[in-house]
């Protein structure tokens, strides 16, 4: 395994360095999970043929099969000399009592979303899953939706946050009546003031082209995700998209180097 790893890390080098020559803007796709069909190898090769790296992230957080110090340490153990970013992508609020400063740090990057949280009631919350989410006053969780972007954006360790303002299928299509200027400002402010990259998510196709003309007013910084489920990668055709309508340029990027050795 170590020696296939090896000759695939020579093929992404130097495919990336071909990917520079052509341009300056870092193409990379920062939210990529090994789920389903979407093997090692197939990573590597889809990456080799679109010239997009990688950023592979483990899900990491109560209820999923990482959730200790030690299974984190035995996945990057097992990716090591991978030619891709690792990351973590921190599930839920529990996960900072998980795993220890020290671990988290031999990540290349953090990310996490505000999708999963404990309401009033004490109730555990995933907003993707229609059946755990109920809006009876549609103003009252977009303002404690915002509030609970801002106090993770601001007490939590991660560089981008993620799947940004996604909306739980009952309110999804009051998408731009919901999140208001006013709204959308808080986030920005939050995410620029504590140093926290935003995401454009391919999958979901959000944020919004209202809000990242916005964000890039405000001096944010931005990166490219797909957050996928398979090998049914894409093209970042929404990222691109974006790229090209607002005007994003490298200053508006975010860049990380891979830490692993």
């Known amino acids: 395994m170590k020696k296939i790893q090896a000759i695939l890390v020579l093929v992404f080098l130097c495919t990336g360095i071909m ?27 889809h990456s080799r043929q679109t010239g997009i790296k990688y950023g592979i992230a483990l899900n990491c957080g109560m209820g999923f099969p990482t959730q200790t110090d030690s299974a984190a340490l035995a996945w990057l153990g097992s990716m090591k000399g991978s030619p891709f ?18 671990v988290i740090a031999k990540f290349d990057y953090v990310f996490t979303d505000a999708m999963t949280y404990t309401d009033a ?9 229609k059946e755990e989410v ?18 993770i954006l601001s007490t939590e360790p991660v560089n981008i946050y ?14 731009d009546k919901l999140w208001t200027r006013e709204r959308m400002l808080k986030v920005i402010e939050f995410a620029v003031k504590n140093h926290v990259a935003i ?23 931005f990166a490219f995700g797909t957050n996928n489920t398979d090998s049914n990668m894409g093209d970042l055709d929404y990222c691109l998209l974006m790229k090209k309508r607002v005007g994003l340029t490298a200053k508006d ?3 990380l180097k891979i830490k692993q050795k």
């Open 253 to 255: 990027m975010l860049v």
């Open 85 to 102: 970013m690792l990351a973590m992508q921190a599930e839920g609020r529990e996960w900072v009592k998980l795993f220890s400063p020290a």
């Open 199 to 221: 995401e454009i998510n391919n999958r979901y196709r959000i944020p919004s082209e209202r809000f990242i003309v916005l964000a890039k007013k405000h001096g944010a910084k």
């Open 121 to 129: 009631s004490g109730k555990r919350v995933r907003l993707w899953i």
């Open 19 to 45: 990917a520079q020559v052509k341009s300056d803007f870092p193409l990379i796709d920062y939210h990529v999970h090994l789920k389903g069909d979407l093997t090692y190898e197939k990573a590597v090769e």
């Open 162 to 175: 993620v799947n940004p303002t996604f909306l739980p299928e009952c309110i999804a299509g009051e998408y």
């Open 134 to 151: 109920t809006v009876p006053d549609k103003q009252k969780f977009m303002d404690d939706l915002v509030g609970r972007i801002g106090k």
